[in-house]
């Protein structure tokens, strides 16, 4: 009984139920499936292409991240070299630092070039200082042998951690001893080390140039205070905020000293990125395309197949809007049932490779070792919605013809 009465109260809706209960069969029946199908695979491809994209950005980011924190403090004059001129450890701009909103975690670090030689090779790299303040969350995660540095205020370790590439290089285990070389006041100095782990982040160029020490290390070497530092390091808890958190930390530090984002210290790694997003462009737009043509040709070919019926109901007197509104709730029903089946099919793929990691690449070349996931549910929204918005729009089109169809030459039409 209620379904008779909310047919009643929406013809349009009953009519074009019944037209598409009555479509199996006709003509338009394959034209229908492959529309549903187009609708399908574009959505399922746009939605790979963001959560790919986006686990790309995500990943290249918080290597790099990791490796120098999202915001550096650091002197004034220092630019972009590893001889620095150090800062001091003010503990009352640290509370400052800790206490601006957005901020994570603040720690101290240093630097220092130097060069590694074994008995058969040699290597140039940077003996980075880090102290008990460091978070070793990023680190932690890409330890492939020993252990994270254990560090203390007492005592200066004299252990270090290498890269798998450098391991490689200069054919090195855990727990071999190695000697560095550092030039000091025109003198060339050397230090020996033990290796206490190894990592591996898939960035080549940064796994063959940083060495983790203990800070004290490079204030040795460098002639420092213990309370001086080249710089801090900010992490923040939104990357989205970074700018904001930027100009506020700012604020609080010394005139002789500089912040300096991670997208001003490595700005081609992040210049990169950014042209990812007009790859994600590209192809949306080249499968909503496809969709909305898909469409409008299933939709014609309705049209025409219903032209009989079409100026039966221009001779009862039905109006062109109100037939308009038939085809494009048939029309409707096809792009739903593609969005059903594109977000099923494709959520499926995204959760399948996020969590089994079954399609690898080369590390070498795309610093990842799998296909790198990252789901944004409110993306995949705004995908849908854009979807099903730009393809009903585009339909309204092929629907104008329908005020073109006389009643007599349609009924009469074969």
Same mark, same amino acid.
């Given at each position: 009984?209620? +379904?008779?009465?909310?047919?009643?109260?929406?013809?349009?809706?009953? @009519?074009?139920?019944?037209?598409?209960?009555?479509?199996?069969?006709?003509?338009?029946?394959?034209?229908?499936?492959?529309?549903?199908?187009?609708?399908?695979?574009?959505?399922?491809?746009?939605?790979?292409?963001?959560?790919?994209?986006?686990?790309?950005?995500?990943?290249?980011? !918080?290597?790099?991240? =990791?490796?120098?924190?999202?915001?550096?403090?650091? &002197?004034?004059? +220092? +630019?972009?070299?590893?001889?620095?001129?150090?800062?001091?450890?003010?503990?009352?701009?640290?509370?400052?630092?800790?206490? $601006?909103?957005?901020?994570?975690?603040?720690?101290?670090?240093?630097?220092?070039?130097?060069?590694?030689?074994?008995?058969?090779?040699?290597?140039?790299?940077?003996?980075?200082?880090?102290?008990?303040?460091?978070?070793?969350?990023?680190?932690?995660?890409?330890?492939? &042998? =020993? !252990?994270?540095?254990?560090?203390?205020?007492?005592?200066?370790?004299?252990?270090?951690?290498?890269?798998?590439?450098?391991?490689?290089?200069?054919?090195?285990?855990?727990?071999?001893?190695?000697?560095?070389?550092?030039? @000091?006041?025109?003198?060339?100095?050397?230090?020996?080390?033990?290796?206490?782990? $190894?990592?591996?982040?898939?960035?080549?160029?940064?796994?063959?140039?940083? *060495? %983790?020490?203990?800070?004290?290390?490079?204030?040795? %070497? &460098?002639?420092?205070?213990?309370?001086?530092?080249?710089?801090?390091? @900010?992490?923040?808890?939104?990357?989205?905020?970074?700018?904001?958190?930027?100009?506020?930390?700012?604020?609080? $530090?010394?005139?002789?000293?500089?912040?300096?984002?991670?997208?001003?210290?490595?700005?081609?790694?992040?210049?990169? #990125?950014?042209?990812?997003?007009?790859?994600?462009?590209?192809?949306?737009?080249?499968?909503? #395309?496809?969709?909305?043509?898909?469409?409008?040709?299933? #939709? %014609?070919?309705?049209?025409?197949?219903?032209?009989?019926?079409?100026?039966?109901?221009?001779?009862?007197?039905?109006?062109?809007?109100?037939?308009?509104?038939?085809?494009?709730?048939?029309?409707? &029903?096809?792009?739903?049932? =593609?969005?059903?089946?594109?977000?099923?099919?494709?959520?499926?793929?995204?959760? *399948?490779?996020?969590?089994?990691?079954?399609?690898?690449?080369?590390?070498? !070349?795309?610093? *990842?070792?799998?296909?790198? @996931?990252?789901?944004?549910?409110?993306?995949? %929204?705004?995908? +849908?919605?854009? /979807?099903?918005?730009? /393809?009903?729009?585009?339909?309204?089109?092929?629907?104008? $013809?329908?005020?073109?169809?006389?009643?007599?030459?349609?009924?009469?039409?074969?």
């Amino acid at each position: 009984m209620q +379904n008779n009465k909310n047919s009643a109260l929406n013809p349009e809706f009953f @009519i074009a139920r019944r037209l598409i209960k009555r479509n199996t069969g006709n003509f338009s029946d394959p034209i229908i499936r492959i529309a549903i199908i187009a609708v399908a695979l574009g959505l399922i491809v746009m939605i790979l292409a963001i959560a790919i994209i986006i686990g790309f950005k995500h990943e290249i980011s !918080s290597k790099v991240i =990791g490796f120098g924190g999202h915001i550096q403090v650091s &002197n004034f004059d +220092n +630019n972009y070299s590893y001889e620095v001129i150090p800062i001091e450890q003010d503990p009352a701009l640290l509370r400052q630092l800790k206490d $601006i909103p957005g901020v994570k975690h603040v720690q101290s670090f240093g630097n220092k070039p130097g060069i590694i030689k074994t008995e058969n090779d040699i290597q140039g790299v940077v003996l980075k200082g880090i102290g008990r303040d460091f978070d070793w969350d990023f680190f932690k995660e890409k330890m492939i &042998n =020993g !252990s994270i540095l254990q560090l203390s205020d007492t005592a200066i370790s004299n252990d270090i951690l290498i890269s798998k590439k450098l391991a490689s290089l200069l054919k090195l285990e855990t727990g071999n001893d190695v000697r560095m070389y550092f030039i @000091i006041d025109d003198l060339i100095r050397a230090r020996r080390f033990t290796i206490k782990g $190894i990592y591996e982040t898939g960035l080549e160029d940064f796994d063959k140039m940083f *060495v %983790l020490c203990d800070i004290g290390q490079i204030q040795k %070497l &460098n002639s420092w205070e213990s309370n001086q530092v080249a710089g801090f390091e @900010i992490l923040v808890n939104d990357l989205k905020n970074l700018d904001q958190v930027a100009n506020e930390v700012y604020t609080f $530090i010394p005139y002789d000293t500089n912040a300096r984002t991670i997208k001003e210290i490595y700005p081609q790694i992040f210049d990169w #990125l950014k042209l990812q997003d007009m790859n994600v462009i590209i192809i949306l737009t080249l499968m909503i #395309l496809v969709a909305i043509i898909t469409m409008i040709s299933a #939709l %014609l070919i309705l049209i025409l197949e219903r032209t009989n019926t079409i100026g039966l109901l221009k001779a009862l007197g039905c109006k062109t809007w109100n037939i308009r509104k038939i085809f494009l709730i048939i029309a409707s &029903n096809i792009a739903l049932k =593609g969005i059903f089946w594109g977000n099923l099919i494709g959520l499926s793929l995204v959760f *399948v490779q996020k969590y089994s990691g079954i399609i690898k690449l080369s590390q070498e !070349s795309y610093y *990842v070792s799998v296909v790198p @996931i990252q789901i944004n549910f409110f993306h995949l %929204l705004v995908l +849908n919605l854009a /979807t099903l918005l730009i /393809t009903i729009m585009a339909l309204v089109i092929p629907s104008v $013809i329908i005020s073109a169809i006389s009643p007599v030459k349609a009924i009469r039409y074969e």
